[in-house]
């Protein structure tokens, strides 16, 4: 049974950084791409970045560039997302995301089985 996991959302000031982990416990292979969304009270899920098993063609959305940096943790099961200079705009539930699919864009495409995690809470404060 595949596992997925976030933690560190938290209540920030604007400004502030913050960093979440995801764990992913249950797949057989290695070979699977990660990926951050995140949903804001009666928005749609939106994607924030992504990046393959190995480090490879990492995406940001426009209004990640230059403030989030997404990693692969020591634990190889683990990627990170951290977020700086935060704003009341990026208030949302963040959910992290894995499938088995040629590229991170793909993450939640159907036609590529998506693990989801329920989320953690990220609330900016002004």
């Known amino acids: 049974q595949v596992q997925v996991m976030e933690s560190g959302g938290d209540l920030v000031q604007a400004g502030g950084s913050l960093r979440l982990s995801c764990t992913v416990s249950?797949?057989?292979?290695?070979?699977?791409?990660m990926g951050w969304f995140r949903q804001a009270p009666g928005k749609e899920r939106v994607g924030v970045s992504c990046?393959?098993?190995?480090?490879?063609?990492?995406y940001y959305s426009n209004s990640a560039k230059g403030r989030f940096t997404m990693s692969i943790g020591s634990a190889k099961n683990t990627f990170h997302l951290q977020m700086q200079s935060l704003d009341i705009d990026d208030t949302a539930t963040y959910i992290c995301?894995?499938?088995?699919?040629?590229?991170?864009?793909?993450?939640?495409?159907?036609?590529?089985?998506?693990?989801w995690g329920q989320g953690t809470q990220v609330t900016v404060s002004s």
């Open positions: 990046i393959g098993r190995n480090g490879e063609d990492p």
């Open positions: 995301a894995v499938a088995r699919a040629p590229n991170c864009r793909l993450i939640g495409n159907n036609g590529y089985t998506t693990y």
């Open positions: 249950g797949l057989t292979s290695s070979d699977y791409q």
